[in-house]
Nanobody
Framework: QVQLVESGGGLVQDGESLTLSCATS?????LAWFRQAPGKEREFVSG???????YYADAVKGRFTISRDLAKRTLYLQMNNLKPEDTAVYYC????????????????????WGLGTQVTVSS
């Protein structure tokens, strides 16, 4: 059984930075961050596959950086130059196999989800 616990969310102003963390337990391989804003569908933010390749949504490319610490079993999302449109609940997701069952950016590719952490960016 894989458990994912996100932390690091908060309230920041336009242009500021935050780093999200996702502590994992169990066999978590391909990892990703998704987000969901009020009234909107959950959307892909960034992913890191087991081989180390990284992927980003166009909306965050150049501002967000995904990384992982395998020894600490922790996934990170460094978010710079935050904008009000980044306001959302951010979720950590993990796949239970090193082999991707689908696209990195598709929610159904992942087997486990955290409860989310709120990020609010004020203008």
């Amino acid at each position: 059984q894989v458990q994912l616990v996100e932390s690091g969310g908060g309230l920041v102003q336009d242009g500021e930075s935050l780093t999200l963390s996702c502590a994992t337990s169990g066999s978590a391989f391909n990892l990703a961050w998704f987000r969901q804003a009020p009234g909107k569908e959950r959307e892909f933010v960034s992913g890191i596959v087991w081989s180390g390749g990284t992927y980003y949504a166009d909306a965050v490319k150049g501002r967000f950086t995904i990384s992982r610490d395998l020894a600490k079993r922790t996934l990170y999302l460094q978010m710079n130059n935050l904008k009000p449109e980044d306001t959302a609940v951010y979720y950590c997701a993990a796949g239970s196999s090193p082999r991707l069952r689908g696209s990195v950016s598709t929610a159904t590719t992942y087997d486990y989800w955290g409860l989310g952490t709120q990020v609010t960016v004020s203008s």
